[in-house]
Every structure is written in C-alpha cells, then in structure tokens.
C-alpha cells in the first residue's frame, strides 16, 4: 500500500512513510487499521474514511466544525448554552410536540428530569454537559414550585404549559441567565412574567 500525497484544508503535502502501515504529512497522521480503513489524526483529533483523502477531509471537517462551535459558545450566554445542549441531548426540535410518543411522560417532564439526573446522579452525562445541565437547578426548583405545583397564576400556568418543548427549554435559559437560584426569585421572575402576559393580552 503506497500513499505519497494528500490535501489538507487546501494545501497539498507529501505523505512520508513512519511505519509499516502509517505515514505522516504535514501535522497529519494517517494509519490504516486492520478493517483498511483510513485514520487521520491532527493533535487530539481523527476522522476516519475509506481512503487516506477521505479520512483527511472528514477531520478538516470536524475540525472547522468545532471551530464554528467554539466561536458560538464564546459569544452565548449560559442559558443558550443551555438550551442547545437540552435541544442537541433531547433531540428537540423546534415543530417537536409535548406529547409525543417519543417522551417518558412528557417534553416539559423529560427536560426537568435531565436537568434532576444531572444533579443527583454525577456520572450519568458526560461532565462537560452535566455542568450546563446543573445551571438549571434553582430554575427546576422553582418550576417545581410554582408551576407544577400550581402556586402561580393560572393564566400563566396555561401559557407554560402549553409551550412546545423548544420553547420550554428557551425558557429555562432565560431563567438561568436572569441569575435564579432560589425559588423565591423564581417565583419573582414568574410574577414578572406573569405581568408581561396581562400587559400583551390588555
């Protein structure tokens, strides 16, 4: 097996053999495994292919992916972040119904009880995840308490309860960028909210 080039973001560099079945051009590492797949690696990243080409291209394209993640997490809030990792973790999207099939008991529920497994049980999600996800206790403590447990206006309940999922979450984020962390500011933030449905429907 022979391989003497590849193109790497557009650059083009000679392969140069280091082993029996590997060859580094560039920064690249490429390898191939026993299956004859194609592995590229470039620091802590790889990407695999069916050709050494393929599997250079698949990393060029994680690599700009990550970058393009980076750069939108370095300008969102900590609630965006938080609505994105639910979104990503839960697949919701944003026609995705509360009472789907898909759903434990429902989209509302299944956000909340994330958020509960992300703090009672550390381990169960990666830790980069379970750290975003435990910004939302106090805002899980205040749903809790005046939302599922029916302490707050009635017509606010309603308009709560009858957000989509997607919306839901959006809520959740704002609550933890509005800095709850006590269900006595939740229910502050609640009323505030509450204000602003009378105000629109006046």
Known sequence: MELTTVTYNGTTETAISSGLFSWTAGDLTLRVR?????????????????????????????????????????????????????RAYLHIGARTRRFAKRWTADGHRDVMQAIADANNYCGSLNAEREAIFRTAFSALCSWEKHIDGYRADAALISHINAMTPHQFVSLIGDMIDAGISNVGEGERFFAEMSRRLYAQAA
Do not use: C, H
């Not at 292919?49 to 997490?73: C, F, P």
């Open 34 to 86: 026993p299956d004859l797949r194609w592995t590229a690696t470039r620091g802590e990243k790889n990407a695999t292919g069916t050709t050494a080409q393929e599997a250079a291209d698949a990393l060029a394209s994680a690599e700009a992916k990550a970058e393009r993640v980076a750069k939108l997490t370095a300008r969102s809030t900590k609630g965006q972040i938080f609505a994105r990792e639910m």
